[in-house]
C-alpha cells in the first residue's frame, strides 16, 4: 500500500474549473503529486495548467460535462489508477423555493449527486482491485442542516453525506478510505450568480466573511496525508463566526 504522507500520487479532481476545486487541485499539485483535473470549461483549465506550471507535481487535463455517463468512463479509464478521487463537482442556484425551477432542481441532482455516484463507482472499482485508494467528497455544512434559499441544494448535500456513510461502510474492507469535507460558507464562484434581491440582503447581512478556497484545499489535502490505518470521515470547516 502506497504511504499516503509521501508524494507521488495519482489524484484525480473534477469540478477543477470551480473555485474550490481549481484550489485543490493547485494544492496537491504544490505537494508534488500527478493531478488530471477536469471541468466543462476549456480555458479555465488551460488557466490552471498555466498556473502550476512551477510547481514540483504536474496537472494534466480532460475536459467533458460528467452528466455525460459515457464522458465519465473515458475519464475514469484515462487517469486510472488513481490513488485519490476528489469529487468537488458542484451547482446551485440561491433562490426562494417557491420561485425555484425545477429543472434546476434536476441540474442540481445530476450533478452534484448522480454525476458523482456515477464516477465514483468507476474510479472504485479499480482501487477495490489494488486495494488501496481513498475517496474525497466535497460537501457542505448543509449535509444536516437547511438554510433558506438553499432547499435542494441542501437536498443534494443531504444525499451526499449518505453516500459518504454508504461508501465508507461498503469500501473499507477494500482498503479504500472514504471523506467527506463539509465547508461553510466559501468565497467561490457558486455565489457569484446570485441576482435575487431578496438572497442577496440575506446574504449581505452576515457579519463574518467568507471562507478562502485555499483553506478548503488544505483542508482536502491534509486528510488525505492521515496515516494509513486512520480515515478521517467527515472534516467540517466554517468560518469563524458561522455557528449554525
Same mark, same amino acid.
Given at each position: 500500500m502506497q504511504d499516503p504522507t509521501r508524494s507521488g500520487r495519482r489524484v484525480l479532481v473534477t469540478g477543477a474549473t470551480g473555485g474550490i476545486g481549481g484550489a485543490i487541485a493547485e494544492a496537491f499539485a504544490a505537494e508534488g503529486e500527478t493531478v488530471v483535473a477536469t471541468g466543462r470549461d476549456r480555458d479555465r483549465l488551460a488557466e490552471l495548467v498555466e498556473r502550476c506550471r512551477e510547481a514540483p507535481g504536474s496537472v494534466e487535463t480532460i475536459a467533458g460535462d460528467l452528466t455525460d455517463e459515457a464522458f465519465a468512463a473515458r475519464l475514469a479509464e =484515462? =487517469?486510472?489508477?488513481? $490513488?485519490?478521487? +476528489?469529487?468537488?463537482?458542484? #451547482?446551485?442556484?440561491?433562490?426562494?423555493? %417557491?420561485?425555484? $425551477?425545477?429543472? $434546476? #432542481?434536476?441540474?442540481?441532482?445530476?450533478?452534484?449527486?448522480?454525476? @458523482?455516484?456515477? %464516477?465514483?463507482?468507476?474510479? !472504485? &472499482?479499480?482501487? !477495490? =482491485? &489494488? /486495494? *488501496? /485508494?481513498?475517496? +474525497?467528497? %466535497?460537501?457542505? @455544512?448543509?449535509?444536516? &442542516?437547511?438554510?433558506?434559499? *438553499?432547499?435542494?441544494?441542501? !437536498?443534494?448535500?443531504? !444525499?451526499?453525506? /449518505?453516500?459518504?456513510? /454508504?461508501?465508507? %461502510?461498503?469500501?473499507?474492507?477494500?482498503g479504500i478510505k472514504v471523506t467527506e469535507i463539509a465547508p461553510g460558507l466559501v468565497g467561490t464562484g457558486l455565489l457569484d450568480g446570485v441576482d435575487h434581491p431578496e438572497v442577496l440582503e440575506a446574504y449581505a447581512a452576515r457579519r463574518y466573511p467568507p471562507l478562502e478556497a485555499t483553506d478548503i484545499a488544505q483542508a482536502t489535502v491534509a486528510a488525505t496525508r492521515a496515516a494509513p490505518n486512520a480515515c478521517p470521515e467527515l472534516v467540517v470547516v466554517n468560518p469563524m463566526g458561522q455557528t449554525t
Open positions: =484515462a =487517469a486510472a489508477p488513481v $490513488d485519490v478521487l +476528489v469529487n468537488s463537482v458542484g #451547482w446551485v442556484r440561491h433562490v426562494p423555493f %417557491l420561485e425555484s $425551477d425545477p429543472a $434546476d #432542481w434536476e441540474k442540481s441532482w445530476r450533478l452534484n449527486v448522480h454525476s @458523482v455516484l456515477v %464516477l465514483t463507482r468507476l474510479v !472504485a &472499482r479499480d482501487m !477495490a =482491485a &489494488r /486495494g *488501496t /485508494g481513498q475517496i +474525497v467528497n %466535497l460537501g457542505s @455544512v448543509l449535509g444536516d &442542516r437547511v438554510y433558506r434559499y *438553499t432547499l435542494f441544494y441542501a !437536498a443534494t448535500k443531504h !444525499a451526499l453525506r /449518505g453516500i459518504s456513510r /454508504g461508501l465508507r %461502510l461498503e469500501l473499507a474492507e477494500h
